[in-house]
């Protein structure tokens, strides 16, 4: 079945640096992919996507490309704040050619904890 | 345009009982889906609907059930608490012809 592997936590960087978070999946289909971010004892919003292979998804200074060769979807940020201080997962939707496009069941990774010191 | 809400937001409960979450997606929204988030266990997936009608459903035993009312809004409800079933429920909504699916903040459930 699908799987999603995440980078193993907790992740601490001081603020201005470099962010990396490895994702790797396995999926039967064509999938979407997806990072979420969840702050503490919140839901998960949406922090971006990539629906097709060299898809760049990007939104507030993180960024993630859609590589089907090597199955990953790894999130950067050149410069971290403070407030990027929460938790990350990678997921997949996987469509199977559902001709309606509409959205199916999310398989996540398990997350990895980011803390930003200032 | 206002976001998922879920109600209640807390609730705590004995073993052996039952209760229900409600959750309603964003305006236009037909999909929605149900998660179960656990330290434990991550995030998993419990089920989905779409025009009243479950489409899909994970590794759940039968005490999770759910349903879609023609408005869109969804109830899921368990039965017969256990312990085990502590966890922060998540409802997602969707547009149809859209892959990305929109959270709600959750309903936090303990069962003591």
């Known amino acids: 079945g699908d799987s999603v592997t995440q980078m193993e936590g907790p992740v601490t960087l001081s603020e201005e640096a470099f962010l990396t978070i490895n994702c790797t999946y396995t999926a039967t289909g064509y999938p979407s992919l997806f990072w979420y971010v969840q702050y503490p004892g919140e839901g998960l919003q949406l922090l971006l996507k990539?629906?097709?292979?060299?898809d760049k998804g990007s939104n507030k200074g993180f960024e993630a490309t859609y590589r089907k060769e090597t199955t990953s979807f790894h999130l950067e940020k050149g410069s971290v704040q403070v407030s990027d201080s929460a938790v990350y997962f990678c997921?997949?939707?996987?469509?199977?050619?559902?001709?309606?496009?509409?959205?199916?069941?999310?398989?996540f990774g398990s997350g990895t904890q980011l803390t930003v010191l200032p | 345009k206002a976001g998922v809400t879920q109600t209640p937001r807390y609730l705590i409960k004995t073993r052996g009982q039952q209760v229900t979450l409600s959750c309603s997606p964003i305006s236009g929204h037909r999909s929605v889906s149900w998660y179960q988030q656990t330290p434990g266990q991550g995030l998993q997936f419990l089920f989905e609907y779409f025009s009243e009608t479950q489409r899909n459903k994970g590794n759940f035993p039968g005490r999770f059930s759910g349903r879609q009312f023609s408005n869109s809004r969804s109830e899921m409800n368990v039965s017969t608490l256990e312990l085990g079933d502590s966890a922060l429920y998540l409802c997602?909504?969707?547009?149809?012809?859209?892959?990305?699916?929109?959270f709600g903040p959750g309903t936090r459930l303990t069962v003591t």
């Open positions: 997921a997949l939707s996987d469509s199977y050619g559902d001709s309606s496009g509409s959205a199916r069941q999310l398989t």
């Open positions: 997602a909504s969707s547009l149809t012809g859209e892959v990305e699916q929109y």
């Open positions: 990539a629906t097709k292979a060299d």
